[in-house]
């Protein structure tokens, strides 16, 4: 039973507008969140993280908000540019931090 | 860069035959993780390590098996490969610093059962 879920396996957008990837999971006992991107051919590499002590958290263009109650969370780069054009995952931990359950992966394509 | 490399990073081999797959890492880090990648299912955890000849078992172990002799070594095998192995294999490991974690990504290994 997948307790990621990111139900839009693909996105495109303008370049210069605004990205928004959304998860979903329902595992209640997860507390950590994180984004990955990841290019073919690569291995998937860290974008942004989120405790659950926390409803947002910011790095640069990419923001990643935290809604506990609805178990979601998104993803948002402002502005979006070619070079975003990935495939995203998101995942969660909790605890210790031993196992980390992913999201099956979207698609991102930024439009130039 | 976590200095993390898998080998080989392409295999080829036939329905029945033992595989192992090898990733090294060079960071003296505790946790290290083999995920598999297909297409609809995302990243699942295979099996993972949290010290020397300390393992255990991930979402889909089933026909896999690991081991973890020194540190910087955590090898995959599959004892008598299948077609539904055919996968993209990554390793990982896992760092854990004031209360955040990340983990870091091999290159991965594409292996074709036929």
Partial sequence: DQQVKQNSPSLSVQEGRISI??????????????????????????????????????????????????KHLSLHIVPSQ?????VYFCAATWGTGNQFYFGTGTSLTVIP | DAGITQSPRHKVTETGTPVTLRCHQTENHRYMYWYRQDPG????????????????????????????????????????????????????????SSGTFQQFFGPGTRLTVL
């Fill in chain 2, 41 to 96: 299912h995302g990243l699942r955890l295979i099996h993972y390590s949290y010290g020397v000849k300390d393992t255990d078992k991930g979402e889909v172990s089933d026909g896999y098996s690991v081991s973890r002799s020194k540190t910087e070594d955590f090898l995959l095998t599959l004892e008598s490969a299948t077609s539904s192995q055919t996968s993209v294999y990554f390793c990982a490991i896992s760092e854990k």
């Fill in chain 1, 21 to 70: 990837l959304n998860c979903d999971y329902t595992n209640s006992m997860f507390d950590y969140f994180l984004w990955y991107k990841k290019y073919p051919a690569e291995g998937p590499t860290f974008l942004i993280s989120i405790s659950s002590i926390k409803d947002k958290n910011e790095d640069g263009r990419f923001t990643v908000f935290l809604n506990k109650s609805a």
């Fill in chain 1, 82 to 86: 070619p070079g975003d054009s990935a």
